[in-house]
């Protein structure tokens, strides 16, 4: 059975940082990223990351240089490091992986939420 087990939302003053985990287990994931979704807005892609040998990163344009997506294979933990936080990146949090059966698998979400 495929879990993915989110953490590390919270509150935070705008300029702070938060750093998200996503811990997979169940299969064998060649991609796993961080979605957001904010009230009344679509579900957007914030960062991705392959898991295979070779790491190839992709992030939003509104969040580049602020965040960053870093893989532990071992213990097949995704992050996401938050820097620099704005009140725009107020959101549900959704960890997705990707797995070598091409199935495409969901965390429950963690709030993130931003204040002025």
């Known amino acids: 059975q495929v879990r993915l087990v989110e953490s590390g939302g919270g509150l935070v003053q705008a300029g702070g940082s938060l750093r998200l985990s996503c811990a997979a287990s169940?299969?064998?994931?060649?991609?796993m990223g961080w979605y957001r979704q904010a009230p009344g807005k679509h579900r957007e892609l914030v960062a991705s990351i392959t898991t295979c040998s070779s790491t190839n990163t992709n992030y939003a344009d509104s969040v580049k240089v602020r965040f960053t997506i870093s893989r532990d294979n071992a213990k097949k933990i995704v992050y996401l490091q938050m820097n620099s936080l704005k009140p725009e990146d107020t959101a549900v949090y959704y960890c997705q992986a990707l797995d070598i059966l091409g199935s495409t698998y969901w965390g429950q979400g963690t709030q993130v939420t931003v204040s002025q």
């Open positions: 169940g299969s064998i994931f060649i991609a």
